[in-house]
């Protein structure tokens, strides 16, 4: 099992800590006006910049692991298609006919070598070429080129599929967004990995207020008092930021029997629970021996779906093997659930005007940077890297 300096850095500086009997701590308490939380316009301007114009992980590559593989998605306000072609590459459109914009493909997930508008059957190819036009007569003038799918960026990068849900005039530049976190992300090989499970809820709270539940741990022994809190050191947690993305490394009690191992025989993933927060609102959780791969989305100032897989190593073969898998499923399913209760009565406590800010501690170090870097974005400092016109050339 290799180790990253980044990762020998995390393990020494919670030895030090636990040592010391200190945490990660950053330089004062940060208010965040509670506004944030319900405010219509606030929530439109967070969905027009960071769900339309950031990555958003839409799935893992096995959903459309083979050419005519498809699967659709409306979680983001837009409808999204997204298809392998039969030349193996991966695309997405906007889900919408280009003669009256119906919805093009209705089902969930399937295959397909064409995708017939169910109105009038415009036909488009898995490249989002409009194909075939019934009567074509009376459209004198069209010009079929010009009425593909509409396309949006897409990548695949560690196993997973990344969408950008608006069209870009400038070709973004993926590997340098995510290039802080590419090294781990890529020793996970999740694109050998398999969805175990997948789930969706639709909750009664502001987006942020779910994401703010990832970005600290001082939570963990109090709101997961009889589940998670016994799995890992009480508020030893390490974040490391990269502007946008944070790295979340929250120590299991274990780590502690490292101090009389050498540095040379360390290793990362037994001792951590990482959640990796990739900007607006992506996350990969690395657990000891699998990963939860979730997406917070606003669909309103007070409501947010979020997704999840469950991504193993391989398929269970045993029932051993199942059972393992079906504990570690229905254990999540109750901490990620412990959150959401607690959220959703912050939602409703918006309307008492008991607080006008929150506070941000200062070990509570995920919400700073989230806050910093969602405020970034908002005001424009923070886009998405682009690839100069002059190297594509
Ligand atoms: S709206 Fe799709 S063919 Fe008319
Ligand atoms: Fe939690």
Redesign the pocket.
Known sequence: MTITQEERGIIQRVLDHAEAGTTDMLDGVMTHPVSNYFDPDRVKAETETLFRTFPIIMGHVSQVAEPGDYFTNDDLGVPLLITRTQAGDIRAFYNV?R????R?EDKPCGKARTFS?P????TYGLDGKLRGVPQQFGFEGLDKSKHGLVELPVFERFGLIWVVPSPQEDEIDIDVWLAPMAEQLQGLSLDTHVIYRTWSLNRNMNWRIALEGFQESYHFCYAHAKTACHAYLDNQSVHLSYGAHVRHAVPLPKILDLKDVPAEDWTYRPYFLTQNYLFPANFAQVQTDHVYIHTIIPTGPDTCIFNCMMLIPEEPRTEKAERYWAKNYDLIRIVFDEDFVIGEGIQKGFATGANTEFLFGSFECGLQYGRRAIDAALAGELTVPVKSKMAAE
Do not use: F, L
């Open positions: 006919c003669h009256r914009g119906a093009v508008c109105y009038h059957a415009w």
